[in-house]
């Protein structure tokens, strides 16, 4: 299976500040890359795919950029409901695999 | 808007099987793919799955010997079976529309998602 490795683990951060958060497949997933935010109790929704792109009615603060093997998800301006866990997800391999999650937290 | 319902049963009997339907309501389940995802404190999230409006589909090779997926055009539902059951099968079991490996569009990145369905394997 690809492994999908993310970090930090853990981030702490403040209200208004800019994070990022990175994503690494143990082969390249050429694009093939989505990115997730749960809340704790919820399902996981839907923020990025394809590495890049937005999914409609998420806010623009959120990016994701990479290919290959190496993404990144930045969210700029954090705001209080960004806090949250992320995952990325890569859809090129069967089978889909998931990273295993970064908590961003608020400091 | 587009929503998923689950309904099962959230507690299975080791060996038994675990089965759980997703209904699609405001859309057609036709042309899309539907997948089954999983989530535990020790596995995190796991693909299990996905069946296509057709009916074909693709399985986790971890878990394909004991999975089975159907859909039923008529109801818009599709629905999940996993045979002999053990605690490691305890876990939040989620149906989501997409699981396409070239993902082009939205739909086929797992944008919508069922509420979950906390399923606890016990005797």
């Known amino acids: 299976d690809v492994q999908m490795t993310q970090s930090p683990s853990y981030l702490s951060a403040s209200v208004g500040d800019s994070v990022t958060i990175s994503c690494r497949a143990s082969?390249?997933?050429?694009?093939?890359l989505n990115w997730f935010q749960q809340h704790p109790g919820k399902a996981p929704r839907l923020l990025i795919y394809a590495a890049s792109s937005l999914q409609s009615g998420v806010p623009s603060r959120f990016r994701g950029s990479g290919s290959g093997t190496d993404f990144t998800l930045t969210i700029s301006s954090l705001q209080l409901e960004d806090f949250a866990t992320y995952y990325c997800q890569q859809s090129y391999f069967t089978p889909r695999t998931f990273g295993q999650g970064t908590k961003v937290e608020i400091k | 808007q587009v929503q998923l319902q689950q309904s099962g049963p959230g507690l299975v009997k080791p060996s038994e099987t675990l089965s759980l339907t997703c209904s699609v309501s405001g859309g057609s389940i036709s042309s899309f793919y539907w997948s089954w995802i999983r989530q535990s404190p020790g596995k995190g999230l796991e693909w299990i799955g996905y069946i296509y409006s057709s009916g074909s589909t693709n399985y986790n090779p971890s878990l394909q010997s004991r999975v089975s997926m159907s859909v039923d055009t008529s109801k818009n539902q599709f629905s999940l079976n996993l045979r002999s059951v053990i605690a490691a099968d305890t876990a939040v079991y989620y149906c989501?529309?997409?699981?396409?490996?070239?993902?082009?569009?939205?739909?086929?990145?797992?944008?919508?998602w069922g509420q979950g369905t906390m399923v606890t394997v016990s005797s």
């Open positions: 989501a529309r997409g699981g396409l490996g070239v993902v082009v569009t939205a739909s086929d990145a797992f944008d919508l």
């Open positions: 082969e390249s997933v050429v694009n093939y």
